[in-house]
């Protein structure tokens, strides 16, 4: 076809346009679906409730940690008995309809041994190719290591992040309440770990990536409330797949006693927080935003965490139609924290935008 020197023209400018957007978008991340200003949920019945063995009479499964691998479900867990001794427990099944049928595994029969244990999270370490389980001892994070998380006995012994013990900031702010909860998460160049205290604190520690387990320190005050019920415990962060934003959730008491979650969002996890849904009246998951067919088994929406796209340190989430695995508990049930009867249930999202 013959083209005039005015359409040639007009031609190499829309390609050369073209050329420039097409850099553009190769050079930035994908647009992601943006996360809604408040939020609407749907909520399972109770999925996993404690399995009680000779040596485990239980009372409690609850803190779970979820990562979807090899086409099955697997769940890391906190017990406790009925005289409010804690443990953990893992457990792995196909889909969320086998989960209350899926087998126990005690891990206190493993190497990670007798004791306090408590709180997990479980993540694909990809620099080592190793999965890490990161949970709470009373007086340190710990963690154990393997190759194989589909078997319960391969983890390693529990070996611990804070080589000194808690650092001074905590032992400055934490008054009385106690250092829990722990949470790791990497971006490109650093690990951080969070930690929560029960008074109003959020903290939040660093090292290399390529230095990680060890080296954590410049321990910082990452949120605090002067309520410090507003602030309690029990703080998931996630990066947003395809996007430079970060989600933090943290678990509040309400002024009804009753356990939600309040958010926040950053561009970066060493950042500033600034809230998203936050509030009783617009939290991220409580109550009065979850609906239940029949009868509500529980009012209490407390520590969970969400689904991941996926099982690597950066703990990616896709923005898209949120789901949360979380403890709840009958809203008739009283007594001792430690005896009170929690199971694990799923949230999952019904405004998503996308």
């Known amino acids: 076809m013959r083209v005039t020197r005015r359409t040639g023209i007009l031609a190499g400018g829309l390609a050369l346009l073209w050329g420039v957007i097409l850099t553009a978008l190769a050079a930035s991340p994908a647009s992601a679906a943006p996360l809604p200003g408040s939020f609407q949920w749907n909520s399972?019945?109770?999925l996993i409730s404690p399995k009680s063995d000779a040596s485990h009479?239980?009372?409690?499964?609850?803190?779970?940690?979820?990562?979807?691998?090899?086409?099955?479900?697997?769940?890391?867990?906190?017990?406790?008995?009925?005289?409010?001794t804690y443990s953990m427990v893992y457990l792995n099944f196909p889909s969320w309809q086998e989960a209350g049928a899926a087998q126990h595994h005690y891990l206190d029969q493993t190497a990670i041994g007798p004791g306090y244990k408590a709180a997990p999270q479980v993540f694909w370490f990809e620099p080592q190719k190793l999965w890490y389980l990161v949970y709470q001892t009373g007086d340190n994070a710990a963690y154990s290591t393997t190759t194989?998380?589909?078997?319960?006995?391969?983890?390693?012994?529990?070996?611990?992040?804070?080589?000194?013990?808690?650092?001074?900031i905590i032992k400055d702010n934490i008054g009385s309440g106690y250092w829990v909860d722990f949470w790791v998460i990497c971006d490109s160049a650093k690990c951080y770990l969070f930690s929560s205290d029960d008074n109003g604190h959020l903290y939040r520690s660093e090292t290399t990536l390529a230095n990680y387990p060890n080296g954590f320190t410049n321990t910082v005050i990452a949120l605090q409330d002067s309520n410090k019920y507003r602030l309690w415990e029990?703080?998931?962060v996630y990066k947003l797949k395809d996007s430079d934003t970060y989600?933090?959730?943290?678990?509040?008491?309400?002024?009804?006693?009753?356990r939600y979650f309040r958010s926040w969002t950053s561009n970066r996890i060493n950042g500033s927080w600034t809230p998203l849904a936050d509030t009783e009246s617009n939290p991220f998951a409580r109550s009065n935003?979850?609906?239940?067919?029949?009868t509500p088994w529980t009012r209490d929406i407390s520590h969970g965490e969400m689904v991941r796209h996926y099982n690597n340190q950066?703990?990616?989430?896709?923005?898209?139609?949120?789901?949360?695995?979380?403890?709840?508990?009958?809203?008739?049930?009283?007594?001792?924290?430690?005896?009170?009867?929690?199971?694990?249930?799923?949230?999952?999202?019904?405004n998503s935008p996308c």
């Open 234 to 236: 029990a703080s998931n």
């Open 314 to 350: 950066t703990l990616t989430i896709n923005p898209c139609r949120l789901q949360f695995l979380y403890q709840g508990m009958n809203p008739s049930a009283s007594g001792p924290y430690n005896t009170l009867p929690w199971r694990l249930g799923l949230l999952t999202q019904t």
């Open 148 to 168: 194989d998380i589909s078997n319960p006995r391969s983890w390693t012994a529990p070996k611990k992040f804070y080589a000194n013990g808690m650092p001074q």
């Open 289 to 294: 935003n979850v609906a239940f067919s029949g």
């Open 57 to 84: 009479q239980l009372s409690a499964v609850k803190d779970p940690s979820v990562v979807y691998h090899n086409g099955r479900w697997h769940v890391f867990a906190s017990t406790t008995t009925t005289n409010g």
């Open 44 to 46: 399972s019945g109770v």
């Open 247 to 258: 989600l933090l959730l943290n678990e509040a008491i309400g002024g009804d006693g009753k």
